[in-house]
């Protein structure tokens, strides 16, 4: 028996210009009949937020249909298949951004919260209605203002305004969306900047302690204070860290992850994965595959998203 033949999908490129926080589609070029002619799937390598100015239709999002009309918006992971059809002529507007970039930047302070967030949102695709949830709407409309408008600060609030509405689709959503960590760090930098650079090596808390010209017991008391949580902690999160970039980019065997990332045995490396990151280092790299699998199962074609 032959094998089922694969679905259609298109993959959509954007790119961010510069070093500009997001990629937009504005203006009555967007204003048009979706799906006429293109009505297959298809998924971008960033996020996309649709907000829909004016029209009816569906949202398919993977297998699922639903319906839009005015002040309905989208949040849509990377690697998702969906697409839009349009019962009547349809303006929407579209942001592209790297969620990762802006969390890994946001949460920097705490990478267990980064990861907790960066997980989340890649789980599903949602729509909303900005009736329903205006201030999440008005944040989406404030960025396309900012966009147009520029000026001073213009891409620090965008910034602002994108990890905003990532925590409030959590929050809707009854994910685990922690507040942004902005506590003073800089009486412990230099073991903080210790840690990022050898975290493959043995640490001693007796010299990062050295290294911030504290006493060990001073050091460990400010430690907790400042980063809520001890020095320990914080440098099997970034072990921990460290083996999730290492599962995304290579298909290597797990005892192999935890060597490079400075654990000795797999037995302490799985531990303090679970008790970080919630679930086995397995089972996070059968997450990155299901998102990768929501794909697969198509035929891939690929162009530049804004020619479509």
Not at 32 to 40: A, I, T
Not at 140 to 162: H, N, P, T, W
Not at 224 to 253: G, L, S, W
Request: glycine share 8%; hydrophobic share 35%.
């Amino acid at each position: 028996m032959g094998k089922n033949k694969k679905e259609y999908a298109e993959f959509r490129f954007y790119e961010k210009p510069g070093k500009e926080p997001v990629f937009a589609l504005m203006g009555e070029g967007w204003n048009r009949d979706y799906g006429k002619g293109n009505g297959g799937l298809h998924f971008h390598n960033m996020v996309e937020i649709g907000y829909c100015r004016h029209g009816k239709g569906q949202v398919v999002l993977n297998k699922n249909c639903y319906d839009y009309e005015d002040g309905s918006f989208t949040f849509i992971p990377q690697n998702f298949p969906h697409t839009t059809n349009s019962d009547i002529r349809s303006h929407w507007e579209f942001l592209y951004f790297d969620a990762e970039e802006l969390i890994l930047e946001a949460f920097s302070g705490n990478i267990y919260k980064g990861e907790k967030i960066r997980t989340g949102i890649n789980k599903s695709a949602f729509i909303f209605s900005a009736i329903e949830t205006p201030h999440v709407g008005n944040l989406v409309l404030m960025i396309f203002e900012l966009i147009s408008q520029g000026g001073d600060y213009a891409k620090d609030s965008i910034r602002c305004a994108l990890v905003n509405i990532m925590l409030q689709v959590l929050r809707i959503k009854g994910e685990d969306a922690p507040p942004m960590d902005l506590e003073n760090i800089s009486r412990i930098a230099c073991a903080l900047e210790y840690i990022h650079d050898h975290y493959r090596e043995d640490i001693s808390i007796c010299g990062l302690a050295e290294c911030s010209h504290l006493s060990e017991t001073h050091f460990r008391r400010l430690f907790q204070a400042d980063m809520n949580m001890t020095p320990v902690e914080y440098i099997n999160f970034i072990r921990v860290q460290a083996a999730c970039d290492y599962m995304k980019k290579d298909d290597c065997h797990m005892e192999t992850v935890a060597s490079r990332v400075g654990y000795q045995t797999i037995s302490t490396f799985n531990r303090n994965f679970k008790k970080i990151v919630g679930i086995s280092p397995y089972q996070w790299k059968k997450q990155i595959n299901t998102a990768l699998g929501r794909v697969e199962k198509y035929q891939i074609s690929a162009k530049r998203g804004w020619e479509f």
